[in-house]
């Protein structure tokens, strides 16, 4: 059994920061990818982060230059630090991971969290 566990949401002034952490605890044997999605009312879930293993980043446009993922590998942790936070930045963020866990033998499984809010608002 394996659980992403988010922290770190909430409001927020336009312009303001948050950090959003992310832990997995469980039976993980390694953590593949790591990530963030946002998903706001009415619209498709979206991409707005992924980090590899080596630290390898990616960023949706929306997030670049703005927003800084980061993992700490020791403590199967990935983060999310947003600056400049602007009003469409709202939604529910879940973090996602690729876990290889240990079953009977090891399998790699895909994971989400229980999501957690951010609120830009004046």
């Known amino acids: 059994q394996v659980q992403l566990v988010e922290s770190g949401g909430g409001s927020v002034q336009p312009g303001g920061s948050l950090r959003l952490s992310c832990a997995a605890s469980g039976s993980v044997a390694s953590i593949n990818r790591m990530g963030w999605y946002r998903q706001a009312p009415g619209k498709q879930r979206e991409l707005v982060a992924l980090?590899?293993?080596?630290?390898?980043?990616t960023y949706a446009d929306s997030a670049k230059g703005r927003f800084t993922i980061s993992r700490d590998n020791a403590k199967n942790s990935v983060y999310l630090q947003m600056n400049s936070l602007k009003p469409e930045d709202t939604a529910v963020y879940y973090c996602?991971?690729?876990?290889?866990?240990?079953?009977?033998?090891?399998?790699?499984?895909?994971?989400w969290g229980q999501g957690t809010q951010v609120t830009v608002s004046s």
């Open positions: 980090i590899t293993t080596g630290g390898t980043t």
């Open positions: 996602n991971a690729i876990i290889v866990v240990i079953i009977s033998t090891l399998t790699e499984k895909e994971y």
